[in-house]
Structure formats: C-alpha cells, structure tokens
C-alpha cells in the first residue's frame, strides 16, 4: 500500500506539496458496468442502508492549503437558472437561443456584462478543461450548442483554441457525443482512457486494444500515481473490470491532465437523476476525473462526490458549473431512458457545485412527484451535500442558498 500522501502539481508541472453509451437491451454497456447502477440504498422505494463507511484519504486533502480559487469559488451559494421553450424540441437545438441563455446566465452569476465576467475566472496563461458528460449520447448527454457557447465566451475572452480541452473519462464516449476535431478544429479532445467496447461486451476475445504486452492497461500512463482518492476498498480482478478501470487496487487515480496540464475547469453536467439522488455537477466530476470508481459505487456511492472534490487538483480549479438541462431525464439514470425526459430548456450556472446540486435535487424530486415515480425523500439522498458544507466546499441548506432567475 502506498504510504505517501496526496500531491497536486502547480501549472508549470513543479511538484507542489500543498496541496450516446451504446445502450441495447442486451448490452453489458446498457446493463450499467460503466456507468454502475445506483446501490440498492440509492433506488425507489427501499429502506436498506449503506454498508460500512471505509476509510478514505479525505484527511490529505483536507489538510492541502486553500487558494483564492478554492471551492465554492466567487459565488458560494449562489444558483442562477436560465430558461428559454425556444431553445430545444423534438427536432433541433437553436444555437443562437442557447448562446443568448449562456450570455444571460453568466451575467446574472457575475452581475456584470459579459465582457468583463471572463477575468473574474481565468487569465490568459490559463489551460481551461470543459468536462462534459457524453453519456446517452443524442439523448441526454452534453449538448455541443451549449459547449459552442462556452468555448465562444472564453475565445472572446482571448484564450486561443489550444489553450482548450473537452474532456471526458472514456475516449468514445466523446466521439460518440459528437465531440471530435471535426466539429471543434483546434480545440483538444481528450479521454481519460481508452476502453474496449467489444471486449466489455463480451464480442471479442482480443484484448490488444486496450491491454500492452506486459499485462498493463495502455492507458495507466494517463493517470497520476502520486495523485489519488485511496479507499480501503477492494476491486474486482478480472480482466473486463480491468479494461474500464485501467487500475484494480485500492486506489483511484486522477488523470494527469487535470495535475499537470489543466490550470481551470468548467463542468457541464446533464440534469438527470440517479436512483432517488441526482447525477449532475459534483458526480460529473467525483466519477470522471478518476478511474477504478466501480469498487466504490456501494460503500461510498454518493459521498465519492464530495470527497473527491475536496482535493485540490479538483477543489482550487474549478472555476464554473453550468448544468445543461435543455432536455432533462427524471427517473431511469444515470443511464438514459428516453421515456422519463422532458425539454426543460434550462440551463443552471453557479461556481459552487453543491449548492448547485441541492438546487436540482429539489427541482427534480418535484418533478418525479409531478411524473408519479414513487419517492423517497430520506436525508441521506442529500446527506453528501451537507457534509460538503461541514467541509466547507459549499453551501448546502436551502435557506442560504441564492436562486437567481435570469
């Protein structure tokens, strides 16, 4: 077992002490092996409660010196929603409508013109890295139209094309969602990982793709081995959790885009649920910024959320959560499942991602009421919010949350 504590890098890689899946009825894919179902404590209409906390090292990372940047960032408790019917139906996305959304929403979380908001978060020197979440692709996945609109504000803002990353864990999953250098020329795309479908699915005994010579998973390199979320939780040994996780021990790696390339993050979440909680900002990124995460979906599956943000590599660069939920899923995530999604033609902005999250939490639990999904509104669906306020990367109580409507 590693013995040395967390690590962040600075910008100039010195070391720095302080710190649409392809869903099919009888696809492996569609039966959540990515993605990891929610626990049967996180599912309708059960009183079961989670196994036995392990241990964790959230001690290091709390223990990391806080920046100016630090979580919750400019605007603590602060959640503006941008809606507009126009901007989504059943045939297209008006781009021109999503931009004016975006325009508005930044200007209402900054309360200042749009021109002047982009120093607020970045400076020329700055690597932003835009985390969408692909997953669903054509469905509920990160809309490229909102992307655009980002990528346009921070272009204006004087950043070039190089200095930006779309970023996801698992590589086709990004092209799947249309996110390719095609439709983005200049712009960096990069997953985490690669993964084998077809080995995942069971369609092919080739494991060359995704496994070298030496028995390795080809993208460990990829991933810090002095940066990680330890959890004293063991992992499955067979190959097919090897190909999605890249690394079976008890330690889950970010990937060293974020510790040595990436000085800002934006994260773009999806409005979707996850069992009776919510997969959006803080699970966009808990779950995408590390790998080896299946191990740790039933003893730790919403507090992974919190803890892995606590760490600076997450905690002292995210600059801004925009949750896209032009077309938003109540109830089936966080895999997709057309039936339960609406055009909520919303797009929500804050720099704290819990305040963020409990703001969506409520709205979509209303809206599983309204659907008539059986609820469970037992605290420990929002417990993991609220330890984030204990740790002070957020504001989650209601009453001192700021809902602003631009």
Known sequence: MKTRGYRSMN?????????????????????????????????????????SRPKTNIDEALAAARTPDSLPGRFPGKVVSVEDQRAMNAVKVDGGVVASMFSRGIEALCGKPLSDCFNMFFSPGDIVGIKVNPVGAGLISTRLEVVDAIISWLRQGGLPAEQIVIWDRFDYMLTDAGFTSERYPGITIEGLQTMDEAAAEGKSRDDSRWLNKNGHHVSENNFDLDAFYFADVDAPKDKAYLNQHVFNGRHSYFGKLL????????????????????????????????????????????????????????????????????????????????????????????????????????????????????????????????????????????????????
């Open 11 to 51: 910008t100039d890689s010195r070391l720095d002490r302080r710190g649409f899946i392809k869903v099919g009825s009888t696809s492996l894919l569609g039966a959540g092996l990515i993605l990891g179902r929610p626990p049967l404590w996180g599912r309708e209409g059960t009183d079961r409660t989670p196994p």
């Open 259 to 406: 510790t040595r390339r990436l000085t800002k993050i934006i994260n773009v979440p999806v409005f979707k649920n996850t069992g009776n909680g919510v997969s959006m900002a803080t699970k966009n990124l808990g779950y995408g910024a590390i790998c080896n995460t299946s191990r740790l979906h039933r003893p730790l599956f919403f507090d992974v959320c919190t803890e892995v943000l606590a760490f600076p590599v997450i905690r002292d660069k995210l600059a801004l959560n925009i949750t896209d939920g032009l077309r938003a899923q109540y109830d089936g995530g966080p895999g997709p499942l057309a039936k339960a999604t609406w055009f909520h033609n919303t797009l929500y902005f804050a720099t704290d991602p819990f305040a963020l999250d409990m703001t969506c939490h409520n709205i979509i639990l209303e809206k599983r009421k309204q659907m008539g999904v059986a609820v469970n509104e037992h605290p420990k669906y929002t417990e993991y919010l609220r330890y984030a306020e204990k740790l002070g990367l957020g504001v989650a109580d209601p009453s001192r949350i700021q809902r602003v409507r631009a």
